[in-house]
């Protein structure tokens, strides 16, 4: 049986106002703010942010006040750094040092939220400009993935992965809407630079400064060790999923 990847799962839009022409979506792609809320099962929706500013994109759970931000090297590597919010702290990684359940890590599922694996074949689209969609749909008998794509500013808009009960019946397991998105450069840059000016450590000192108080406190709660998806659930531990092959 095929499944698919948490981080794969996103998305209805609520509204987005003052559509602009294609090439604007375009050029304003890779600088924008898209506003989430995750769904898990009967659990409440939780808030999160999609941030990109060029070569860096960061994932922000708001209710957990965490956020993980990768940069694409020149080598095309991804190098990962974690803010805790609260403590205004962060966590450098090196390239490789975390691993997205065990996968190599893929940009296109950090920038936009899905491979673009799932992306190859649309059912049907419509619409225009900044609004044009594209429907795609994966699965098999026992669950399926069902994707709204916004083409020209590379943001899924709904995606919903549904199982069959014991019934038969098709149940929601995870969902992920989007309620908006911004291009604002400057707003953009701005968190971007606030997110810079947090103290930070590297990951291989962790050890060594364990007398840290936030550091020890974060050892604890597991939220320093590898495999984290960037989608976190009501109690802050990174979800786990299954596989897309």
């Not at 090297?73 to 974690?82: A, M, N, V």
């Not at 709904?158 to 908006?180: A, C, I």
């Amino acid at each position: 049986m095929k499944y698919f990847p948490l981080a794969a799962l996103c998305c209805a839009l609520t509204g987005v106002a003052n559509a602009a022409p294609a090439e604007q979506c375009n050029a304003n792609a890779d600088v924008l703010k898209a506003s989430y809320q995750q769904q898990q099962g009967k659990q409440d929706g939780k808030d999160f942010n999609l941030w990109r500013l060029h070569q860096e994109v960061a994932h922000q759970a708001m209710a957990q006040g965490l956020v993980e931000k990768w940069q694409r090297l020149s080598s095309g590597q991804l190098r990962p750094i974690r803010y805790f919010e609260q403590y205004q702290r962060g966590i450098e990684y090196q390239p490789g040092e975390l691993k997205s359940q065990g996968q190599k890590i893929e940009w296109a599922q950090k920038y936009q939220l899905v491979s673009n694996a799932l992306l190859e074949q649309p059912l049907r689209s419509k619409g225009q400009s900044c609004e044009r969609e594209e429907f795609y749909e994966h699965g098999n008998e026992q669950q399926k993935l069902a994707i709204t794509w916004l083409p020209e500013l590379k943001l899924v808009k709904s995606m919903t992965l549904s199982q069959r009960d014991d019934q038969g019946q098709w149940q929601q397991v995870n969902s992920l809407k989007l309620q908006g998105y911004e291009l604002n450069p400057q707003a953009v840059e701005r968190q971007f630079a606030l997110w810079d000016s947090y103290q930070s450590t590297d990951y291989a000192d962790v050890g060594d400064n364990e007398q840290d108080p936030f550091l020890a406190k974060m050892i604890n709660q597991g939220f320093i060790e590898h495999g984290a998806s960037g989608f976190y659930s009501s109690d802050g531990q990174a979800l786990k999923g299954g596989h897309h092959h």
